[in-house]
């Protein structure tokens, strides 16, 4: 139930982009970014210096400094550690307990650290929206379109998004500021992000759409 060991792989460009139903435009005054899961637990699977974390880990710190520049409001999730068995429920039927409440574990990535400004949310269940204010803090900005970075694509990521979706937030993901268990499951996130609930674009696309 461990989390496996990550292969290196190359991550999409903009041509290999699955077409997205949704017809929605990133816009400054509209946009909230989120970065998800970054933490050591997670990130340890990868190699660091090597695709797909490396480069992702450089899209996301561009589109932090893009967003924080424009008072595009930052949001992270984090879980905690040592969490109990109840609190934690049937996550731990398919990963076991999780991380130990450990800074070698809980900490995220330091090259993607929060900001004054920043606001971390407890994470307890795949979607970044379960058991969180974070709709409701979403919408007191007036915010109503989310874009998602971070690990994992087809799981974490993929289940923000279409919970974005169900709650009338268009959704976005950052094609390459993700990463994932093989490039078969980062394309799958994508297709079905593309074909359901949202749009996938590249760091590149993203920023000329919110310069």
């Not at 997670?42 to 893009?66: E, G, M, T």
């Not at 694509?153 to 094609?175: K, N, P, S």
């Not at 799958?188 to 590249?202: E, F, K, Q, Y």
């Amino acid at each position: 139930m461990a989390l496996p060991k990550i292969a290196p792989y190359p991550l999409p460009l903009a041509g290999e982009l699955p077409p997205p139903r949704g017809p929605w435009v990133p816009r400054t005054e509209r946009m909230a970014l989120l970065v998800h899961d970054m933490q050591q637990y997670f990130l340890a699977a990868f190699a660091a210096d090597a695709a797909p974390l490396a480069p992702a880990v450089a899209n996301i710190a561009r589109l932090l400094a893009h967003c924080r520049a424009r008072d595009i409001p930052v949001f992270y999730t984090a879980q905690r550690g040592n969490q109990d068995r109840r609190d934690r429920g049937l996550q731990a039927d398919l990963w076991g307990p999780g991380m130990s409440a450990t800074a070698e574990h809980e900490t995220i990535l330091a090259a993607l650290a929060p900001a004054p400004g920043d606001h971390v949310l407890v994470k307890h269940r795949y979607s970044a929206f379960q058991r969180s204010n974070l709709d409701t803090m979403l919408r007191a900005r007036g915010r109503d379109q989310l874009l998602v970075t971070g690990v994992y694509a087809h799981i974490g990521c993929a289940a923000t998004v279409t919970e974005a979706f169900q709650r009338d937030i268009e959704a976005f993901i950052a094609a390459d500021a993700v990463a994932d268990f093989s490039r078969a499951d980062h394309d799958l996130a994508l297709h079905l992000i593309a074909r359901t609930c949202g749009v996938p674009l590249t760091t590149d696309q993203l920023l000329k759409a919110l310069a």
